[in-house]
């Protein structure tokens, strides 16, 4: 395994960890947080919570099936 290979492998392990870590405490922990606390001004209100992974559900699954659909009409194309 090439050695570029395996730093791309861990940013991308260390990016997912930290929005895990940070998408984890602002869902489980902060809520039990005072809400005057110095640490909330660090996360988005509590709504954006529920927004963001169904907006980024949405595009993920809309770019599936346009992948899905230019592959199909490829492959259609070169077959007649």
């Known amino acids: 395994m090439d050695l570029a290979d395996r730093v791309i492998g ?3 392990s260390c990016i997912s960890l930290s929005i895990f870590t940070y998408y984890t405490f ?3 922990i902060l809520p039990f947080v005072d809400s ?7 996360f988005l209100p509590q709504g954006y919570a529920i927004l ?4 980024a559900g949405v595009a993920l699954l809309s ?3 346009i992948f899905i659909g230019f592959v199909m009409l490829k492959s259609k194309k070169k077959k007649a």
């Open 63 to 65: 770019f599936l099936c």
């Open 36 to 42: 005057d606390h110095f640490i909330h001004k660090y």
């Open 10 to 12: 861990f940013l991308l």
């Open 52 to 55: 963001i992974p169904v907006f």
């Open 26 to 28: 602002w869902v489980i």
